[in-house]
């Protein structure tokens, strides 16, 4: 019966832990911070950490409610874990509310397009095949009024490895589809 107590007196010691750790999370959320934790989730996924990165990512998303470009961030960021691990009707929900042109007017342009090749990756894997064509359509026109620096910024720093093979095979499938410009 005392080793009950006890277990039931830790569980209690680590509740009042967690709060702590969350109450000094919430105390960090200058948008420098913030960044930098997107930057760390970033980092897991580049890994293939996607629970760890899902993980911080649940805590971004609530710090990151009244700053839309970082919110836009965290979004596309959850997108790609649950892509990575396979539950693509979630990662397209993730993302779907910037499928709509409002949603993206004060995002900047760079964040846009990768946004919108996340959209049409998402449908892509929901077999919405036309969709995510025509997404990637309006995105290749979106970024060629782009200056080239900031378009090869767009097209290349999407995603970092491991998963820049699928951006790699999309740029491939969207030259074939699309026909090189």
């Not at 919430?26 to 996607?50: F, Y």
């Not at 049409?120 to 080239?148: E, G, I, S, W």
């Amino acid at each position: 019966m005392s080793k009950e107590k006890h277990n039931q007196d830790n569980a209690v010691v680590d509740l009042e832990h967690a709060r702590v750790r969350l109450q000094s999370r919430a105390g960090k959320s200058s948008p420098e911070a913030l960044a930098a934790d997107l930057e760390v989730v970033r980092g897991l996924l580049d890994q293939g950490l996607t629970t760890e990165a899902r993980s911080r990512l649940n805590s971004l998303l609530a710090q990151t409610r009244t700053q839309p470009a970082l919110l836009a961030q965290a979004r596309w960021a959850l997108s790609i874990a649950l892509e990575m691990q396979g539950q693509y009707r979630e990662s397209l929900d993730a993302v779907a509310m910037y499928e709509d042109p409002e949603a993206r007017a004060k995002l900047d342009p760079i964040l846009s397009a990768r946004l919108r090749v996340q959209i049409a990756l998402a449908y892509n894997y929901n077999r919405d095949h036309p969709k995510a064509v025509a997404l990637l359509k309006a995105t290749q026109k979106q970024v060629r009024f782009m200056p080239p620096w900031r378009a090869s910024i767009a097209a290349s720093a999407s995603i970092r490895s491991p998963v820049t093979i699928r951006i790699a095979r999309w740029k491939v499938i969207g030259r074939a589809v699309i026909g090189a410009d």
